[in-house]
T-cell receptor, first 114, second 113 residues
Framework: ELKVEQNPLFLSMQEGKNYTIYCNYSTTSDRLYWYRQDPGKSLESLFVLLSNGAVKQEGRLMASLDTKARLSTLHITAAVHDLSATYFCAVERGGIQGAQKLVFGQGTRLTINP | DTEVTQTPKHLVMGMTNKKSLKCEQHMGHRAMYWYKQKAKKPPELMFV???????INESVPSRFSPECPNSSLLNLHLHALQPEDSALYLC????????????FGPGTRLLVL
Protein backbone atom coordinates (compact mmCIF):
# COMPACT_ATOMS: atom_id res chain seq x y z
CA GLU A 1 0.00 0.00 0.00
CA LEU A 2 1.34 3.39 -1.01
CA LYS A 3 1.81 5.78 1.91
CA VAL A 4 2.69 9.43 1.53
CA GLU A 5 4.00 11.36 4.51
CA GLN A 6 4.66 15.06 4.78
CA ASN A 7 6.55 16.93 7.38
CA PRO A 8 6.17 19.15 9.09
CA LEU A 9 2.38 19.08 9.35
CA PHE A 10 2.31 22.60 10.78
CA LEU A 11 4.74 25.36 10.03
CA SER A 12 4.68 28.88 11.32
CA MET A 13 7.34 31.13 9.93
CA GLN A 14 8.24 34.76 9.58
CA GLU A 15 8.16 36.71 6.38
CA GLY A 16 11.50 36.77 4.64
CA LYS A 17 12.67 33.41 5.95
CA ASN A 18 13.36 30.23 3.98
CA TYR A 19 11.97 26.82 4.74
CA THR A 20 11.42 23.38 3.24
CA ILE A 21 8.49 20.97 3.31
CA TYR A 22 9.30 17.30 2.85
CA CYS A 23 7.24 14.60 1.18
CA ASN A 24 8.23 10.95 1.54
CA TYR A 25 6.45 8.07 -0.16
CA SER A 26 6.70 4.37 0.38
CA THR A 27 6.65 2.72 -3.06
CA THR A 28 8.12 3.48 -6.46
CA SER A 29 6.44 6.20 -8.47
CA ASP A 30 7.60 8.43 -11.29
CA ARG A 31 5.08 11.21 -10.82
CA LEU A 32 4.64 13.55 -7.91
CA TYR A 33 2.37 16.55 -7.64
CA TRP A 34 2.19 19.54 -5.35
CA TYR A 35 -1.07 21.35 -4.68
CA ARG A 36 -2.03 24.37 -2.65
CA GLN A 37 -5.31 24.81 -0.78
CA ASP A 38 -6.48 28.05 0.79
CA PRO A 39 -8.96 27.79 3.69
CA GLY A 40 -12.43 26.90 2.44
CA LYS A 41 -11.21 26.70 -1.14
CA SER A 42 -10.35 24.04 -3.66
CA LEU A 43 -6.97 22.68 -4.67
CA GLU A 44 -4.70 24.55 -7.04
CA SER A 45 -1.99 22.71 -8.94
CA LEU A 46 1.52 24.03 -8.28
CA PHE A 47 3.98 21.55 -9.77
CA VAL A 48 4.14 18.27 -11.61
CA LEU A 49 7.42 16.38 -11.21
CA LEU A 50 7.86 13.60 -13.70
CA SER A 51 11.30 12.13 -13.27
CA ASN A 52 14.24 11.70 -10.98
CA GLY A 53 16.09 14.95 -10.48
CA ALA A 54 13.22 17.09 -11.74
CA VAL A 55 13.22 20.62 -10.41
CA LYS A 56 10.49 23.17 -11.00
CA GLN A 57 10.33 26.77 -9.81
CA GLU A 58 7.55 29.30 -9.72
CA GLY A 59 8.16 32.57 -7.92
CA ARG A 60 9.26 31.87 -4.35
CA LEU A 61 8.46 28.15 -4.55
CA MET A 62 10.77 25.46 -5.84
CA ALA A 63 9.98 21.74 -5.94
CA SER A 64 12.32 18.82 -6.54
CA LEU A 65 12.04 15.07 -6.84
CA ASP A 66 14.46 12.30 -5.89
CA THR A 67 12.81 9.04 -6.95
CA LYS A 68 15.63 6.92 -5.57
CA ALA A 69 15.14 8.37 -2.10
CA ARG A 70 11.36 8.54 -2.67
CA LEU A 71 11.50 12.13 -1.52
CA SER A 72 10.20 15.41 -2.82
CA THR A 73 10.84 18.82 -1.33
CA LEU A 74 8.99 22.10 -1.63
CA HIS A 75 11.31 24.98 -0.80
CA ILE A 76 10.00 28.40 0.09
CA THR A 77 12.34 31.33 -0.38
CA ALA A 78 11.87 34.66 1.40
CA ALA A 79 8.33 33.81 2.46
CA VAL A 80 5.54 36.33 2.12
CA HIS A 81 2.14 36.32 3.81
CA ASP A 82 0.33 35.41 0.57
CA LEU A 83 1.95 31.98 0.68
CA SER A 84 0.01 31.04 3.81
CA ALA A 85 -2.03 27.97 2.85
CA THR A 86 -2.08 24.19 3.18
CA TYR A 87 0.29 22.41 0.82
CA PHE A 88 -0.32 18.83 -0.28
CA CYS A 89 1.96 16.49 -2.13
CA ALA A 90 0.37 13.62 -4.03
CA VAL A 91 1.87 10.53 -5.61
CA GLU A 92 0.38 8.63 -8.50
CA ARG A 93 -0.43 5.06 -7.61
CA GLY A 94 -0.80 4.11 -11.26
CA GLY A 95 -2.63 1.28 -12.94
CA ILE A 96 -5.38 3.11 -14.78
CA GLN A 97 -5.53 3.63 -18.52
CA GLY A 98 -6.02 7.30 -19.22
CA ALA A 99 -6.43 8.46 -15.63
CA GLN A 100 -4.51 9.01 -12.43
CA LYS A 101 -4.93 7.48 -9.02
CA LEU A 102 -3.45 9.92 -6.55
CA VAL A 103 -2.59 9.34 -2.92
CA PHE A 104 -2.23 12.56 -0.97
CA GLY A 105 0.00 13.37 1.94
CA GLN A 106 -1.55 14.72 5.12
CA GLY A 107 -0.88 18.31 4.13
CA THR A 108 1.36 20.96 5.64
CA ARG A 109 -0.44 23.95 7.07
CA LEU A 110 1.82 26.93 6.52
CA THR A 111 1.30 30.20 8.33
CA ILE A 112 3.53 33.14 7.48
CA ASN A 113 3.58 35.93 10.01
CA PRO A 114 4.58 39.52 9.28
CA ASP B 1 -11.16 27.42 -20.45
CA THR B 2 -9.38 25.67 -17.57
CA GLU B 3 -12.33 25.54 -15.24
CA VAL B 4 -14.16 22.76 -13.52
CA THR B 5 -17.53 23.87 -12.21
CA GLN B 6 -19.57 22.24 -9.47
CA THR B 7 -23.12 22.78 -8.32
CA PRO B 8 -24.47 23.37 -5.80
CA LYS B 9 -21.84 25.15 -3.69
CA HIS B 10 -23.59 24.22 -0.48
CA LEU B 11 -26.11 21.48 0.28
CA VAL B 12 -27.96 20.59 3.44
CA MET B 13 -29.91 17.36 3.41
CA GLY B 14 -31.65 15.03 5.76
CA MET B 15 -30.78 11.37 6.04
CA THR B 16 -33.85 10.34 4.04
CA ASN B 17 -33.33 12.79 1.18
CA LYS B 18 -32.10 12.12 -2.33
CA LYS B 19 -29.90 14.75 -3.91
CA SER B 20 -27.33 15.02 -6.67
CA LEU B 21 -24.04 16.86 -7.09
CA LYS B 22 -23.03 18.02 -10.54
CA CYS B 23 -19.62 18.60 -12.07
CA GLU B 24 -18.82 19.96 -15.52
CA GLN B 25 -15.67 20.63 -17.53
CA HIS B 26 -15.14 21.73 -21.11
CA MET B 27 -11.42 21.14 -21.38
CA GLY B 28 -11.77 17.90 -23.32
CA HIS B 29 -10.49 15.88 -20.39
CA ARG B 30 -11.42 12.22 -20.53
CA ALA B 31 -10.77 11.40 -16.89
CA MET B 32 -12.98 12.69 -14.10
CA TYR B 33 -12.82 12.12 -10.38
CA TRP B 34 -14.82 12.47 -7.18
CA TYR B 35 -13.01 13.14 -3.92
CA LYS B 36 -14.25 13.53 -0.37
CA GLN B 37 -12.42 15.90 1.94
CA LYS B 38 -13.09 16.18 5.66
CA ALA B 39 -11.95 19.26 7.53
CA LYS B 40 -8.18 19.51 7.98
CA LYS B 41 -7.64 16.26 6.08
CA PRO B 42 -6.36 15.46 2.59
CA PRO B 43 -8.75 14.62 -0.24
CA GLU B 44 -9.71 10.95 -0.44
CA LEU B 45 -10.40 9.44 -3.82
CA MET B 46 -13.90 8.02 -4.23
CA PHE B 47 -14.45 7.31 -7.92
CA VAL B 48 -12.53 7.58 -11.18
CA UNK B 49 -14.10 7.70 -14.64
CA UNK B 50 -11.90 7.17 -17.66
CA UNK B 51 -13.48 7.67 -21.08
CA UNK B 52 -16.92 7.74 -19.43
CA UNK B 53 -16.46 4.35 -17.84
CA UNK B 54 -16.13 3.77 -14.12
CA UNK B 55 -12.54 2.67 -13.58
CA ILE B 56 -12.22 2.86 -9.85
CA ASN B 57 -14.62 2.66 -6.94
CA GLU B 58 -12.61 3.00 -3.75
CA SER B 59 -14.98 0.82 -1.73
CA VAL B 60 -17.44 3.67 -1.43
CA PRO B 61 -20.79 2.85 0.23
CA SER B 62 -23.66 2.33 -2.17
CA ARG B 63 -25.47 5.38 -0.82
CA PHE B 64 -23.10 7.27 -3.15
CA SER B 65 -23.82 6.55 -6.81
CA PRO B 66 -21.72 8.15 -9.55
CA GLU B 67 -22.83 8.75 -13.09
CA CYS B 68 -21.00 10.04 -16.16
CA PRO B 69 -23.62 10.94 -18.80
CA ASN B 70 -21.02 12.26 -21.24
CA SER B 71 -17.37 13.29 -21.38
CA SER B 72 -18.08 16.74 -19.90
CA LEU B 73 -20.43 15.84 -17.07
CA LEU B 74 -20.09 13.92 -13.84
CA ASN B 75 -22.83 13.45 -11.28
CA LEU B 76 -22.83 12.06 -7.78
CA HIS B 77 -26.20 10.85 -6.59
CA LEU B 78 -26.74 10.82 -2.85
CA HIS B 79 -29.31 8.77 -0.97
CA ALA B 80 -29.80 7.90 2.68
CA LEU B 81 -26.61 9.60 3.77
CA GLN B 82 -25.29 9.61 7.31
CA PRO B 83 -24.08 12.64 9.30
CA GLU B 84 -20.50 11.37 8.96
CA ASP B 85 -20.82 11.88 5.21
CA SER B 86 -20.77 15.64 5.80
CA ALA B 87 -17.69 16.91 3.97
CA LEU B 88 -16.42 18.91 1.01
CA TYR B 89 -16.93 16.95 -2.19
CA LEU B 90 -14.45 17.82 -4.88
CA CYS B 91 -14.63 16.99 -8.54
CA UNK B 92 -11.51 16.97 -10.70
CA UNK B 93 -10.59 16.23 -14.29
CA UNK B 94 -7.39 15.48 -16.16
CA UNK B 95 -6.02 14.50 -19.54
CA UNK B 96 -3.23 12.12 -20.30
CA UNK B 97 -0.31 14.19 -21.50
CA UNK B 98 3.35 14.65 -20.76
CA UNK B 99 2.78 16.90 -17.75
CA UNK B 100 -0.81 16.29 -16.86
CA UNK B 101 -2.29 17.44 -13.59
CA UNK B 102 -5.74 17.26 -12.10
CA UNK B 103 -7.87 20.38 -12.23
CA PHE B 104 -10.16 20.67 -9.24
CA GLY B 105 -13.54 22.28 -9.03
CA PRO B 106 -14.52 24.58 -6.15
CA GLY B 107 -16.33 21.77 -4.35
CA THR B 108 -19.75 21.22 -2.82
CA ARG B 109 -19.92 21.59 0.93
CA LEU B 110 -22.39 18.98 2.15
CA LEU B 111 -24.05 18.89 5.54
CA VAL B 112 -26.15 15.86 6.45
CA LEU B 113 -28.52 16.37 9.34
Amino acid sequence: ELKVEQNPLFLSMQEGKNYTIYCNYSTTSDRLYWYRQDPGKSLESLFVLLSNGAVKQEGRLMASLDTKARLSTLHITAAVHDLSATYFCAVERGGIQGAQKLVFGQGTRLTINP
Amino acid sequence: DTEVTQTPKHLVMGMTNKKSLKCEQHMGHRAMYWYKQKAKKPPELMFVYSYEKLSINESVPSRFSPECPNSSLLNLHLHALQPEDSALYLCASSRRGLEETQYFGPGTRLLVL
